[in-house]
């Protein structure tokens, strides 16, 4: 068995819980916040910072950026990408289902696979299942995910329908693949099947016994997030976690925002990803347990209190607002790298300390609050 | 006394000499090479970097730019630069002289000072000594800079000698407008002179018994790596380190690539800065100990070995050449951390060894070798 997973504790009032996924690259306690590593870095933020600053213990690659760019060629020259990047612990890879459909300058789909031009130079290439999973065989990450489609959040109910049935069809071959080839580098990797099916209770329901039936390591949760209402978006996850094994990670792709991820939680979630605590701190916003700040504005020109003294994080503490602000007023690169540091270390302790409220019991109150106080503007 | 210099090796068959320049912010070896942090930031690299990663026992900071942004009000508000940044060993703050002659939009000089327009908004400023004096005063540097007139590296005798004469006078109204005002944070603050006089040997010699006369605890030696040729610049060097005083550090100014520094540590400087190793690693040039790279080139691309083996340096140990490459071409962030934080310390670790061969005798055929491979190009 590539990963293992013990859930370790049940919150008594809500669908919340927390255990331990185990890889053959660590063990890494749920739930979970995976920083995201497109090409093979977690953008501003080193291999040494994103474990001894920010405390991850896991990172997300991407199929679709890592097969343009450096190419399956030298992946397998370095012997994976835990290797040509220098990680030890546990990778996860997306598959490029979610990139093609949102980066790639045309696509076309049909029942062999996606025809797309790259977004880098307009390259013509085609990711069929079976690719896909020869792709991740060369990255080599330990979690890997099957290759998806991902209609438009607004589809209408045929079309999503169709669709999941075409993601179904593709998650076929991916097994099959897998089960025809070894993995190349000493170590088991494990695939999880994607729920699709919009916001259509009964497609959902039925992608759900679908995945279910393949008894996955774990299975995501895809096609959220993109554009629904956030109402919406706690609707089909609370229903994708009731019909998925309660048993194996849940895993809810691309969301989202720290109150989005506390919620989903108490849902029954286990693992997150997304690019918002990077890309929003590229951009000076930042996440901190007293609330959200946009370090650009004048009025933290001369607070010399500490990003946030409340985080487990060299940068959160050493570093203050003043000082952070002037670096993006004058343009520095190192403002990019601490706001960057700052939000990947306030997701990692959030998720930590919401694991911790549930052993401890308190973990609904907590979370109301936390809710309110993390999403309020400072 | 602000600081201190003790000389403890001279080296038998060169000028070179190795000693301890003593601040209230901590020690520091000489010759030392002090990274560029021109507006309180070495560019993508932060303090804890800078400190654990490099090796860095001082830094350098420009009053042009930190009187700009964040401006004197918020460095006064923070109690001074190294409060403000969070960097607690030495600073050292040039006077802006060269920054107004390279950067500034206009200038117009005369007796009083300088009126300029700044690079980021056009706005109209006035620096004069005594101005300069106030704001390095506000900044809090360690060791502060005389305001002195850059002329072209191409002056005529005539101008050259005009302005060497203005930067004595202005010397005298530096030195008078610190002895009238006190530091104000605690400690004390010393002034070096700047000897100028391009490459005119008598006005060098005027300009270094000038800087003599004043028994500063240091003394600069401007106004040289601005487009002349090479060996003039040696010669020059040369000629200011014979002039002037032996028993307090020479600070070379601007200086330079890695066997720059080599010849001039050889003719008897003791202290230097340059950007070079972070703006040349922003565009992909490493300075290694097997000689210089262009990382984008495509021979590194399936090179896994580290960046750099010899250097005492997690970056450059654990990352290797090929993912320093993928990093350039895929434009990742992290690219330009990596290449700076290298490139910076293999300065601070060939400053390192050239003390360590002198301490053992060797210095100097050690240099000849050294020069020779740190230039090639692989």
Redesign the interface.
């Known amino acids: 068995m590539p990963i293992g997973f013990q859930i370790e504790y049940h919150d008594v009032v809500s669908g919340a819980r927390a255990g331990t996924l185990t890889t053959k690259h660590g063990k890494v306690s749920t739930p979970f916040f995976m920083p995201v590593g497109t ?10 910072q994103l474990s001894a600053d920010i405390g991850a213990e896991i990172m997300l690659s991407n199929t679709y ?1 890592l097969y343009l ?2 190419g399956v ?2 992946l397998q ?2 012997r994976g990408l835990h ?4 990680w030890s612990k546990p990778i996860l890879t997306d598959s490029g289902g979610y990139q093609v459909f949102s980066l790639a300058q045309s696509r076309k789909i049909n029942e062999q696979g996606v025809m797309f031009q790259s977004h880098i130079d307009g390259s013509r290439h085609l990711f069929t299942p079976e690719k896909v999973m020869d792709i991740q065989r060369s990255i080599g990450a330990d979690i890997i995910m099957a290759f998806d489609e991902c209609p438009p959040g607004q589809s209408e109910y045929l079309y999503a329908k169709n669709s999941m049935e075409l993601t179904n069809r593709w998650l076929e071959r991916c097994i099959k693949r897998l089960d025809e080839t070894d993995d190349l580098y000493g170590y088991g990797q494990t695939l999880f099947p994607i729920v699709q099916g919009n916001t259509y209770h009964d497609l959902r329901i039925a992608s759900c016994e679908y995945a279910a039936s393949k008894n996955a390591d774990g299975n995501a949760i895809g096609g959220l997030s993109v554009g629904e209402p956030e109402n919406v978006m706690y609707e089909i996850t609370a229903l994708c976690c009731n019909n998925l094994p309660a048993d194996k990670p849940r895993y809810l792709m691309g969301v989202g925002t720290p109150w989005n991820i506390l919620e989903c939680i108490n849902l029954g979630v286990d693992m997150f990803d997304c690019v918002m605590p990077t890309r929003n701190g590229r951009n000076g916003m930042l996440f901190t347990t007293h609330g959200v700040i946009n370090i650009k504005n004048k009025k933290w ?2 607070d ?1 209190s500490p990003i946030d003294e409340s985080l487990p994080c ?2 959160s503490n ?3 607002k ?2 952070l602000r ?2 993006f ?2 343009d ?3 403002g ?3 706001a960057s540091i700052h939000n990947l270390a306030f997701y990692t302790w959030m998720l930590r300390e919401a694991r911790k409220q549930m052993v401890d019991g308190n973990f609904l109150s907590w979370k109301s609050s936390a809710v309110e106080q993390f999403r309020q503007r400072l």
Chains 1, 2 share one sequence.
């Open positions: 090409v093979g870095s977690v953008k501003a933020v080193s291999q040494q950026h760019r450096p060629d030298v020259a370095a290797n040509f990047i220098g020109a001369t010399f060299t940068v050493h570093y203050t003043a000082y002037h670096l007023v004058a520095e690169l190192l990019l790298q601490l």
